[in-house]
T-cell receptor
Framework: DVQMTQSPSTLSASVGDRVTITCRAS??????LAWYQQKPRKAPKLLIY???SLESGVPSRFSGSGSGTEFTLTINNLQPEDFATYYC????????FGQGTKVENK | QVQLQESGPGLVKPSETLSLTCTVS??????????WGWIRQPPGKGLEWIGT?????????NPSLKSRVILSVDTSDNKFSLRLTSVTAADTAMYFC????FGVGLGVWGQGTTVTVSS
């Protein structure tokens, strides 16, 4: 099984900050990685797929990078609506989600 | 607009079988490049993939749940289903269904349905 390890588990930030979340895979997943945003009591929302492709309608302040086993989600100029929990997901070898990173208001 | 809607009992007794259905509208369940999955989220915890069925009927399971999961597709009613046998309190969670387009990720999710396992 491919394990996905996200860090940090919690991140405190302020509006306007640049935020970086890391996801590490236990083996190479090529570029089959997605990022999701989830708000309380809501279904997750796809933000980025294939490491760096922005889903339609997602603001350009979200970006993704990485390859192989190490990946990053960056949020530039953090907005109030961005306080949420973020998950990475590999879909190279079936599916696995990271454990999540909660971005909270400092 | 593609929409997914989960349905099924909100309360299941321990040792019984949890059965959920996801009804798809706005897309054909047998369209190529579509994968249909189940994901769950225990209260206060993260997302756990349960299993996926492809447009061609290929099945993929989370190894930790494989022995208890049954996935099926009803192409005539455009829906797919999850059965989880021998449930315990640890199976209490919000259950989501989702559509994964090949290479693109889970772009469409159902709103989720809460299932509680309790006597």
């Amino acid at each position: 099984d491919v394990q996905m390890t996200q860090s940090p588990s919690t991140l405190s930030a302020s509006v306007g900050d640049r935020v970086t979340i890391t996801c590490r895979a236990s083996q190479s997943i090529s570029n089959w990685l997605a990022w999701y945003q989830q708000k309380p009591r809501k279904a997750p929302k796809l933000l980025i797929y294939k490491v760096s492709s922005l889903e339609s309608g997602v603001p350009s302040r979200f970006s993704g990078s990485g390859s192989g086993t190490e990946f990053t989600l960056t949020i530039n100029n953090l907005q109030p609506e961005d306080f949420a929990t973020y998950y990475c997901q590999q879909y190279s070898h079936t599916w696995t989600f990271g454990q999540g990173t909660k971005v909270e208001n400092k | 607009q593609v929409q997914l809607q989960e349905s099924g009992p909100g309360l299941v007794k321990p040792s019984e079988t949890l059965s959920l259905t996801c009804t798809v509208s706005g897309d054909s369940i047998s369209s190529s490049d579509n994968y249909w999955g189940w994901i769950r989220q225990p209260p206060g915890k993260g997302l756990e993939w349960i299993g996926t069925i492809s447009y061609s009927g290929t099945l993929y399971y989370n190894p930790s749940l494989k022995s208890r999961v049954i996935l099926s597709v009803d192409t005539s009613d455009n829906k797919f289903s999850l059965r989880l046998t021998s449930v315990t309190a640890a199976d209490t969670a919000m259950y989501f269904c989702g559509r994964h387009r090949f290479g693109v990720g889970l772009g469409v999710w159902g709103q989720g349905t809460t299932v509680t396992v309790s006597s």
